[in-house]
């Protein structure tokens, strides 16, 4: 039988030795090196016409909702700056793509100071062309399909989702979810995220899913990390987070049944001895759902949009 503590502890390895891995590279560059990247990518890929603006930075962001982040200058269109989410350091690929985006960006920036041409900002919709929202038009996107035409590795988008292809999912260490039910009748349910360093205490868990929605009924299951995405994220005593929101998943029960039958998950259950991990994944599912067709679950909800420029004065 394994033990409460036991089952943290196995989850804390396994993140540790994910932390561990070789440093990861992109054409020879650690990825954390910014600035040797934006380079390389300038070169590359702009065939070295991007000239930053002065004081121009390139930083990591601690964003898991933003990959990527655009700065500038709205009266001058100068650029002040690149964002990248810490996290990504990770994830070359992800990282890269991410970096270029921003870089499509500062292009659109650039060129208009230099020639004044309000379209290379793709600020609103024109008929019959493509627009998805403001900053991505016609421009932007014409750069983006040149790109990835001529660098399919780039896989450029205009929206990028944690945990997609470009993604080296052996890095992304799993996580851990509460199920909360909250009216089974009525299909409706939420899921919370643990911290990842929380300690699995059921009694704790389950009063946080009183506090928020006045049931106890919970499941806890381990999941990979980029199923995790998008849920409310539990403080590390696993109580809510200040001003949580009380949000309700609707067709919780199909979507649960999903989620179990999908690779990688597993559910963590608690005999009255402590928690032991349910090995045998074929062994999870809710009685009740049996029936109920598969549904995936939203798991992405907001964010991630490399797009996601700011803009300031
Ligand atoms: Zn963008």
Same mark, same amino acid.
């Given at each position: 039988?394994?033990?409460?503590?036991?089952?943290?502890?196995?989850?804390?390895?396994?993140?540790?030795?994910?932390?561990?891995?070789?440093?990861?590279?992109?054409?020879?560059?650690?990825?954390?090196?910014?600035?040797?990247?934006?380079?390389?990518?300038?070169?590359?890929?702009?065939?070295?016409?991007?000239?930053?603006?002065? @004081?121009?930075?390139?930083?990591?962001?601690?964003?898991?909702?933003?990959?990527?982040?655009?700065?500038?200058?709205?009266?001058?269109?100068?650029?002040?700056?690149?964002?990248?989410?810490?996290?990504?350091?990770?994830?070359?690929?992800?990282?890269?793509?991410?970096?270029?985006?921003?870089?499509?960006?500062?292009?659109?920036?650039?060129?208009?100071?230099?020639?004044?041409?309000?379209?290379?900002?793709?600020?609103?919709?024109?008929?019959?062309?493509?627009?998805?929202?403001?900053?991505?038009?016609?421009?932007?996107?014409?750069?983006?399909?040149?790109?990835?035409?001529?660098?399919?590795?780039?896989?450029?988008?205009?929206?990028?989702?944690?945990?997609?292809?470009?993604?080296?999912?052996?890095?992304?260490?799993?996580?851990?979810?509460?199920?909360?039910?909250?009216?089974?009748?009525?299909?409706?349910?939420?899921?919370?995220?643990?911290?990842?360093?929380?300690?699995?205490?059921?009694?704790?868990?389950?009063?946080?899913?009183?506090?928020?929605?006045?049931?106890?009924?919970?499941?806890?299951?381990?999941?990979?990390?980029?199923?995790?995405?998008?849920?409310?994220?539990?403080?590390?005593?696993?109580?809510?987070?200040?001003?949580?929101?009380?949000?309700?998943?609707?067709?919780?029960?199909?979507?649960?049944?999903?989620?179990?039958?999908?690779?990688?998950?597993?559910?963590?259950?608690?005999?009255?001895? @402590?928690?032991?991990?349910?090995?045998?994944?074929?062994?999870?599912?809710?009685?009740?759902?049996?029936?109920?067709?598969?549904?995936?679950?939203?798991?992405?909800?907001?964010?991630?949009?490399?797009?996601?420029?700011?803009?300031?004065?």
């Amino acid at each position: 039988m394994i033990q409460a503590s036991q089952v943290a502890g196995d989850h804390m390895r396994m993140n540790q030795a994910i932390k561990i891995q070789t440093r990861p590279q992109f054409a020879g560059i650690p990825t954390d090196n910014l600035s040797a990247l934006f380079r390389y990518c300038n070169r590359h890929y702009f065939n070295s016409e991007l000239r930053p603006s002065s @004081g121009f930075r390139l930083t990591f962001s601690r964003s898991a909702r933003l990959s990527g982040c655009f700065t500038y200058c709205l009266q001058t269109h100068e650029d002040w700056g690149i964002a990248i989410s810490s996290r990504l350091k990770c994830h070359p690929r992800a990282l890269v793509s991410t970096l270029v985006h921003e870089m499509i960006h500062m292009l659109a920036h650039q060129r208009f100071r230099e020639t004044g041409d309000k379209d290379l900002l793709d600020e609103e919709e024109k008929p019959g062309q493509p627009f998805v929202n403001r900053g991505h038009g016609a421009f932007f996107i014409g750069q983006l399909e040149q790109m990835n035409e001529r660098f399919p590795h780039l896989g450029l988008t205009v929206k990028s989702t944690f945990g997609d292809h470009l993604y080296d999912h052996a890095r992304i260490a799993p996580a851990r979810l509460m199920l909360v039910s909250i009216c089974p009748l009525q299909g409706k349910g939420m899921v919370y995220r643990l911290h990842e360093r929380a300690e699995l205490n059921w009694s704790h868990l389950r009063a946080t899913a009183q506090a928020m929605h006045g049931v106890s009924d919970i499941q806890v299951v381990e999941v990979p990390g980029q199923l995790a995405e998008g849920f409310p994220l539990l403080r590390r005593d696993n109580a809510p987070r200040k001003n949580m929101k009380r949000r309700v998943l609707r067709h919780f029960a199909s979507k649960t049944a999903a989620l179990l039958e999908t690779a990688g998950v597993r559910e963590l259950t608690q005999t009255p001895a @402590g928690a032991r991990i349910t090995r045998n994944p074929s062994e999870c599912h809710i009685p009740s759902c049996e029936n109920t067709p598969a549904s995936h679950l939203r798991i992405h909800p907001a964010g991630h949009e490399p797009e996601s420029y700011r803009h300031r004065m």
